[in-house]
């Protein structure tokens, strides 16, 4: 069945620095949503990615689908405190598959 | 605009008790969705509901768990009996409907969640 890796599962940085998480899938995905959720809080849509190689931009955040519609990435440029929670991603198998949400990258910044 | 209403907002309960909870999606969309989400890891799909119809359901525990969507608004889940490893918080999230599509897989938006509590 279809299977989603996110990694890494924590990272830890300085205020300023640069974030990057990834998630991988084993099977080809229709589409993949990413997700914030700030702790005690609920999931908060970001973005999603539909076609293949697809790259968005939301101001320091960069999205990207890969080329085989297999995986994805989130970039966050010079983080800041307000980054702080935990990313996932949420996948979509199309026809094939189901809707999967990754474990998550739980970023925490230094000032 | 209001967002996604869940009750209650906690609940502590013994095992082999019953428990519901509720949820109200945004007004006007037609795909709501039940998640379990344990603590330190991601939500898990428990069921998809396409206005009072079932999409996915394959990963709920229909032994003891059981969701509906009767008027394709408002919807419940219960758990009879729970068991100690049910502790974890309940999402509810709704989105639109593609027009033409079967499977909607839009922006999900959340609820706060029930955090649920077996002892």
């Known amino acids: 069945g279809q299977q989603v890796m996110q990694i890494p599962q924590y990272q830890h940085v300085q205020e300023g620095e640069d974030f990057t998480t990834y998630c991988n899938s084993s099977t080809t995905l229709s589409n993949i949503q990413w997700y914030k959720q700030r702790p005690g809080g609920h999931p908060v849509f970001l973005i999603q990615l539909v076609k293949s190689g697809e790259v968005k931009k939301q101001k320091r955040l960069t999205f990207q689908f890969g080329e085989a519609k297999k995986n994805s990435s989130l970039h966050i440029t010079a983080t800041q405190t307000t980054d702080v929670g935990t990313y996932f991603c949420n996948l979509y198998g199309g026809s094939q598959g189901n809707l999967i949400f990754g474990k998550g990258t739980k970023l925490s910044v230094k000032p | 605009e209001a967002g996604v209403a869940q009750s209650p907002r906690y609940k502590i309960i013994e095992k082999r008790q019953s428990v519901a909870f509720w949820c109200n999606p945004i007004s006007g969309h037609a795909t709501l969705y039940w998640y379990q989400q344990i603590l330190g890891q991601g939500p898990k799909l428990l069921i998809q509901f396409q206005n009072n119809g079932v999409v996915d359901d394959s990963q709920l525990p229909k032994d003891r768990f059981s969701a509906e969507r009767l008027k394709g608004v408002d919807s419940t889940l219960k758990i009879q009996p729970a068991k100690l490893e049910d502790s974890a918080v309940y999402l509810c999230?709704?989105?639109?409907?593609?027009?033409?599509?079967?499977?909607?897989?839009?922006?999900?938006?959340f609820g706060p969640g029930t955090r649920l509590t077996v002892l």
């Open positions: 999230a709704s989105s639109f409907l593609t027009s033409g599509e079967w499977v909607s897989y839009n922006e999900q938006f």
